[in-house]
């Protein structure tokens, strides 16, 4: 079974940047897709970005789009999302998660979650 783990969250100053990691177990990485979840405070966890197997195609949720790039190196079974021009409506934990297809992660089937890493932007 694949395990997760994310790294790289932390806190930092509204505009500024954070990159954060997620590193894969098991065999299965380079052949799903990955995403990035988020959960503020008293907030329902939302999608934040996603990308295909091999990197080629990518989803953003509108308001992270131009300032939040996702990608892969299937070499290293890791995952990024670089976060920048970040606003304090950013605050939360920031989950990874694998999903057969870009799509099915859409629809909720997301087959392992990370434990999160909490990014906090301030004012």
């Known amino acids: 079974q694949v395990q997760l783990v994310e790294s790289g969250g932390g806190l930092v100053q509204a505009g500024g940047s954070l990159r954060l990691s997620c590193a894969a177990s098991?065999?299965?990485?380079?052949?799903?897709?990955m995403a990035w979840f988020r959960q503020a405070p008293t907030k329902e966890r939302e999608f934040v970005a996603a990308v295909s197997w091999s990197g080629g195609r990518t989803y953003y949720r509108s308001s992270v789009k131009g300032r939040f790039t996702i990608s892969r190196d299937n070499a290293k079974n890791t995952v990024y999302l670089q976060m920048n021009s970040l606003k304090p409506e950013d605050t939360a934990v920031y989950y990874c998660?694998?999903?057969?297809?870009?799509?099915?992660?859409?629809?909720?089937?997301?087959?392992?979650w990370g434990k999160g890493t909490l990014v906090t932007v301030s004012s």
């Open positions: 098991g065999s299965t990485f380079s052949s799903n897709a």
């Open positions: 998660a694998l999903g057969s297809t870009i799509t099915t992660i859409l629809d909720n089937a997301v087959d392992a």
